[in-house]
């Protein structure tokens, strides 16, 4: 073999521009692919482990929430204070017995006197609607009167009813991206709030009453107060969006009965 013929075989045998400048090309597009495959990997898992903490901390609240609205304590009714002497019909079961004005009336009752609710479903203070213009879709607290704490970080009241509030607090935001939290609040006897849910987008209380509105004809209802057990409404519902894109939609039937504060 000449001289020639040996360069000529030493040149086939490297690389020629092209073929580096083609090998370095799909070599980087193998290096991108992988490493979105791993980003998207690192994604998929911190999404999974907020997804679980928010199942955990929901899993939490739906436990006290139901344990509260399954241990309801209603007032004691009005009539309840007359002798058979003055409430004949409702000693007798009779039809004609008074309404609770009238009975307060009777009994002289003021209303600064009168027993504090055992059901109410109302807005939030206004230090928890720091974030929210419209009232409309101001979160709501829940205050009841049960007989036992729903959580065994509350304290306890001797085997007597305690009360309680569900309260929603303000973290940072405003309008559609404010960000809450929900307390449960030891009021009697008193205690320190006990966070159960934080981080969410959207809290929502609201009530299935037994009876719809006069003006409306709806029985849904995001404001509601009740004393009596007969007044109770039939279901209670709480909607949670968290920001980790959780959401969960309760129906809770609640169990009532009749006792004193």
Known sequence: MTAIERSRATIRRAFTLIEVLLT????????VTVAGIFAMMARANTDLGARYDDLGELARAHSAVRLALQSLVSGQPVSDLLDEDENPGQAQGGS??????????RLDIKEEDMEPLHFVLEQATEAARAGVVDDDIAPRRLEIVMERQPTPLAPTNNGQPVRGAFEPVYLSGSGQYTHWALDYVPIQPSGKPIRLINDAALIDWSVLGHAADSDTGERNFGLFQAQEAKDYPMAIRLVVI????????????PGVTVGEE
């Open 96 to 105: 004609d017995r008074p309404s609770a004005t009238e009975l307060r009336e």
């Open 24 to 31: 370095m090309v799909i070599t980087s597009m193998i290096l």
């Open 242 to 253: 968290t920001w980790d894109n959780t959401s969960v939609d309760w129906m809770f039937e």
